[in-house]
């Protein structure tokens, strides 16, 4: 069975850091795209950021570009966003999104991780 499982939320003052990681576990034959969303208080969950598989072609929110950054590791099956400069805005559950195809015979299906909470303090 395949599972998103993310890591890297927590508490951070205005201005600072965090790093999200997902790794992809299980048995499956390819993860594709990869991306993040998020979902605030009271708001619609939102594409954040994501990162194709082979050429690692990226696409990011307007209101997220330039202070983050996604990236992968194919060969661990792992997605990143690192948040630079985060703002009291940037609070929410953060998800991860992957279209995985679990076999050669299967369609790509597409999954997501359970979700971290990120807070940014103001």
């Known amino acids: ?3 998103l499982v993310e890591s890297g939320g927590g508490l951070v003052q205005a ?4 790093r ?3 790794t992809a576990s299980g048995r499956f034959f390819n993860i594709d795209l ?4 998020r ?14 598989r082979l050429r690692g072609t990226t696409n990011y929110a307007r209101s997220v570009k330039g ?7 194919n060969a661990k099956n792992t997605v990143y966003l690192q ?3 985060l703002k009291p805005e940037d609070t929410a559950v953060y998800y991860c999104n992957a279209d995985i195809q679990p076999t050669t015979w299967e369609r790509t299906s597409n999954y997501w991780g359970q979700g971290t909470q990120v807070t ?3």
């Open 34 to 37: 990869m991306g993040w969303y």
């Open 39 to 52: 979902q605030g208080p009271g708001k619609q969950r939102e594409l954040v950021a994501s990162i194709t």
């Open 120 to 122: 940014v303090s103001s």
């Open 15 to 18: 201005g600072g850091s965090l």
């Open 67 to 73: 202070r983050f950054t996604i990236s992968r590791d």
């Open 20 to 22: 999200l990681s997902c």
């Open 83 to 85: 948040m630079n400069s």
């Open 1 to 3: 069975q395949v599972q």
